[in-house]
């Protein structure tokens, strides 16, 4: 079996939908030393949302504990691009509807289960934490791919940050009360919005104020007020409604 579509079993409170989470792997047999890319799919109830790796203002992000066959070992998770949630508590990051998380694994020598187990909090007017956990068995042999699940695999990894290209240029400053973010994509930039990968680096809640021209932008952020110096910037930048991009800079 692939594991495609597998649902796993949750304990969820009565106050909160059930989440359906499956694991989704491309194939049922693989050979020994190869990379496969294992993903976490979350089924998220209609009106509630799940959190990215930094939740924002509130909330947690999904965990995972790996059982694997002897020899096997997992990566951390990838996560995709997130969305900026706004409430009475703030602003956080996170995933609406249904959401993909990957995990490269290194296969070893022989085949068996491989099990995840989850932690998850779901939140709408309330938070409620979930568990549960997916499960599916590799065996060892020729690659053999599930085109059904390659192609879920693939359309999760679109959702993926990008690459920064090397032209763009980008740097970083602060000054006591901001970080700016300045980059050079060529073209005009009308809208772009930064989501940091760590906690307490810039007030989520605040306009994050964009100036471009046709070809350089930069912009503007509010820091988060505990007069912590930023040594790098972290994150995805999301420009013009499209396109995504990992960001790691140092910050002057």
Known sequence: ?????????????????????????????????ATMTIGVH????????????????????PTVQWSLPAGWSAGEWQWP???????????????????????????????????????WLVCKDVCVPQKGSAKTTVRMG????????????????????????????????????????NFRPGIKVEQAVFFPAEREVIENAATQRLSSTSYAAQLAMSKMVTGKKIARLKGVLFVNGEDSYAVNVPVR
Do not use: C
């Open 81 to 119: 691009t997130p969305t900026r949630m706004a409430n009475s508590a703030g602003v956080d990051y996170g995933y609406e509807d249904e959401v993909t998380l990957l995990t490269p694994v290194k296969v070893g020598s022989a085949g068996g289960d491989i099990t995840a187990n989850l932690k």
């Open 142 to 181: 020729t690659n053999t791919v599930d085109p059904a699940a390659k192609q879920a695999l693939d359309a999760a990894k679109v959702r993926l940050p990008k690459t920064m290209p090397v032209q763009w240029k980008v740097n970083g400053f602060q000054n006591p009360n901001q970080v700016i973010l």
């Open 1 to 33: 079996m692939t594991g495609f579509w597998l649902l796993a079993t949750a304990a969820v409170l009565a106050q909160a939908p059930e989440t359906k989470v499956a694991l989704v792997t491309a194939e049922s047999s693989i050979k020994s030393g």
């Open 42 to 61: 979350f089924q998220v109830p209609a009106g509630w949302h799940m959190y990215w790796v930094n939740p924002g203002d509130a909330g947690m992000p």
